[in-house]
């Protein structure tokens, strides 16, 4: 069965960090996009970031340019999403995704992805 395991979130002050993990379990990543995505209360949910099977691509959405940094270990089968700098618009529950296909490129798009964690929540007070 496969599943991917969010973790890492919690209550920060704003301008504070946090750093969300993502343990992949039941068949290996390591050739697979994966990103980063969340959910505010009463919003849909949207794209945060993605890195191809490498690490070598990432794109981001603008609000968190330059404050978040997605990262991945292929070999513990784990992605990493850095926030820094966070403020009260950034709460909300993460979440991570993995594409199916082998060697895919990175996508933005929530449709791309196959398989999904069940989300860590990620609270910034001001």
């Not at 920060?12 to 990543?29: D, K």
């Not at 959405?61 to 700098?85: C, H, P, W």
């Amino acid at each position: 069965q496969v599943q991917l395991v969010e973790s890492g979130g919690g209550l920060v002050q704003a301008g504070g960090s946090l750093r969300l993990s993502c343990v992949a379990s039941g068949r290996t990543f390591s050739g697979s996009a994966m990103g980063w995505f969340r959910q505010a209360p009463g919003k849909e949910r949207e794209f945060v970031a993605t890195i191809n099977w490498n690490g070598d691509i990432t794109y981001y959405t603008d609000s968190v340019k330059g404050r978040f940094t997605i990262s991945r270990d292929n070999a513990e089968n784990t992605l990493y999403l850095q926030m820094t700098s966070l403020n009260p618009e950034d709460t909300a529950v993460y979440y991570c995704a993995a594409r199916k296909a082998t060697y895919g490129g990175i996508n933005y798009s929530q449709g791309a992805y196959f398989y999904w964690g069940q989300g860590t929540q990620v609270t910034v007070s001001s």
